[in-house]
């Protein structure tokens, strides 16, 4: 998209992103306008000739900042309309960018929807843990690609039970008491045990751009448009902040088994230096 080049009343170029120079340079000769207008009606032909001059100069500068004004909000729409495009796109591709994600966060929140409704009913929870594996647990066991994985035959008990043993699916109970300093889209401070409520998030905003896909499709009314890009855009950014936020985590996850591992074999060599 090319930018918008504007020239001022003084012959000046200027490349604009906004439309308050041309406004501001309107609302100065309307200005003037006023005070030569009140002059029209002056007996005085020395007041009166140079108001009506001044007039006849300023009358199609201003009838040009109204062209002006509206070739940016051509261009405006141009600009969104573009910008809706790249988004739309973008949002098309985010489920497979954000599948693994969405499949932990749909595990999950499958199994705390099972606590929650079997709550002080343990018979009736063992019964269902009891029952074979979901599609949802199939799923996630074939993705971890272990050749130990659960037989075919293994309950939703049984299958919980492994794939709390993945690193890629094993998270608890969401609390703070973890070691990860997290902030949520509200500001609120976390201490993550793992990344759960960080995918949780993500899949969050990504239902939310899903619900705008169609506005942005949409260039029939355009304050409707900007207003679905603004919304989109906004999300989006939040979107990248979360992916900066799981990359530290695992940055930082693996720097402290590290250090754990470090500390263990300096603790084995000194205990077998005295043995």
């Known amino acids: 998209m090319s930018a918008f080049m504007w020239t ?6 200027h490349q604009l992103d906004s439309p308050a120079p041309i406004e501001a340079e309107a609302a100065a000769i309307a200005e003037e306008m006023d005070r030569y207008v009140a002059m029209l009606d002056n007996p005085d032909r020395m007041i009166r000739d140079p108001a ?12 040009q900042l109204r062209d002006d004004l509206a070739r940016w909000n051509a261009h405006a729409v141009a600009v969104t309309r573009a910008e809706a495009a790249k988004l739309a796109e973008h949002i098309d591709r985010l489920p497979a960018m954000i599948a693994d994600i969405t499949l932990v966060v749909a595990l999950h929140g499958e199994h705390e929807r099972i606590l929650a409704a079997t709550a002080g009913a343990p018979e009736t929870r063992a ?14 066991i074939a993705a971890c690609e272990s050749r130990t994985a659960p037989p075919d035959t293994a309950t939703r008990g049984e299958a919980k039970a492994w794939l709390d043993e993945q690193t890629r699916f094993a998270r608890r109970a969401q609390a703070d008491d973890g070691w990860f300093a997290w902030i949520d889209r509200n500001g609120h401070a976390h201490r993550l045990p793992d990344p ?7 899949a969050i905003i990504a239902g939310e751009l899903a619900e705008l896909r169609p506005a942005l499709a949409d260039s029939s009314a355009p304050d409707a448009l900007y207003k679905a890009v603004n919304a989109a855009f ?9 992916q900066g936020d799981l990359e530290r985590f695992e940055s930082e996850d693996t720097a402290r088994e590290d250090a754990a591992w470090n500390n263990y074999a300096a603790d084995w060599r000194s205990k077998r230096k005295t043995s």
């Open 8 to 13: 001022d009343r003084d012959g000046r170029r």
């Open 52 to 63: 009506r001059a001044a007039i006849r100069k300023l009358q199609p500068r201003l009838d």
């Open 127 to 140: 019964q269902i843990l009891a029952a074979p594996m979901t599609a949802l647990q199939r799923r996630a």
């Open 196 to 202: 759960l409520a960080i995918e949780r998030e993500v």
């Open 234 to 242: 906004a999300s989006w950014e939040r979107l990248q902040i979360l």
